[in-house]
């Protein structure tokens, strides 16, 4: 029967997103985490809804997620165990009627429990699905060249965004809403998962200064392919910050790219 679970689809997918994101030194030890969030029919296919393993306390209150299932890494497992073991580093729980307990169904098979990051993901997904009701994904990961970035970047969200969209001509069309970056703040708390939500209201990408970054979207590729073209933009960027720039992006040229694309350009970036 284990067995027959790590076949299921989204599981099989999750797995397949966290090996890329290994592959790409993105994650090391048990750096980054993901949460899925799972559309009731799907889960019924496979699980009993009735058959809860256990329940653990989430630490906040998730009323607007009541009754919602989400797949999620587990706290202290590494990315690149994920595929061969999902039952172990994965857990799949539905949000009690409580709003403060995750009802496990499936998963975290070692008596683990959720990423310690579950605050900054859930509030993220609260967040995301009042501004995109088919938002689907929350993902953190430690991308190097983006890190690299908040070393020797000023930390101004409208400057952060505006130099990754010069750094390749496809950017302001992947991540036209750009990114909101958060200085430095102590990780696992309540309170950066509440200022990372709140800087969800603007943007897709959030980036956790001298950390990492938050990604959301619709779909795991999506997403993946979200933070893989700002950590693209951010290489390009560690690759030529320290020569004589000699050709740009111009506003102008994004702003016909914008039009072009029809994507509408976030305020205060393009002059
Ligand atoms: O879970 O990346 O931010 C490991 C982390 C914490
Ligand atoms: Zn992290």
Not at 149 to 160: G, N, R
Not at 190 to 197: D, L, P, R, V, Y
Not at 223 to 240: P, R, S
């Amino acid at each position: 029967m284990a067995e027959l679970f790590t076949n299921i689809g989204f599981v099989k997918e999750l797995a397949a997103t966290a090996d890329n994101m290994y592959r790409l030194g993105w994650d090391e030890r048990n750096g980054g985490n993901i949460s899925y969030l799972i559309p009731e029919e799907e889960v019924e296919r496979y699980f009993n809804p009735d058959h809860v393993l256990r329940t653990i306390p989430l630490g906040f209150d998730a009323k607007e997620l009541i009754g919602k299932y989400f797949l999620v890494t587990g706290t202290g497992k590494y990315f690149k165990n994920v595929s061969k073991d999902p039952e172990t580093n994965l857990g799949l729980f539905r949000i009690a009627k409580d709003g403060k307990t995750a009802e496990l169904l499936w998963g975290y098979a070692d008596g683990g429990k959720f990423t310690s990051e579950l605050p900054a993901h859930l509030m993220s997904h609260i967040q995301r699905l009042k501004v995109d009701p088919e938002n689907r994904v929350v993902m953190h990961t430690h991308p190097t060249n983006l890190l690299a970035m908040t070393y020797v970047h000023e930390l101004d969200s409208a400057k952060f965004t505006h130099t990754l969209w010069q750094m390749s001509t496809e950017c302001v069309v992947v991540f036209p809403d750009g990114v909101e970056v958060l200085p430095w703040m102590l990780c696992g708390t309540n309170s950066i998962g509440e200022a990372t939500a709140e800087k969800m209201k603007e943007s897709r990408v959030v980036v956790w200064a001298l950390h990492g970054i938050y990604g959301a979207g619709k779909t795991l590729d999506e997403t993946f392919g979200l933070i893989e073209t700002v950590e693209k933009a951010a290489q390009i960027y560690m690759l030529t910050a320290h020569l004589p720039r000699v050709n740009t992006i111009t506003d102008d040229q994004m702003k016909e790219l914008a039009n072009l694309f029809g994507v509408k350009v976030k305020n205060g970036i393009l002059r």
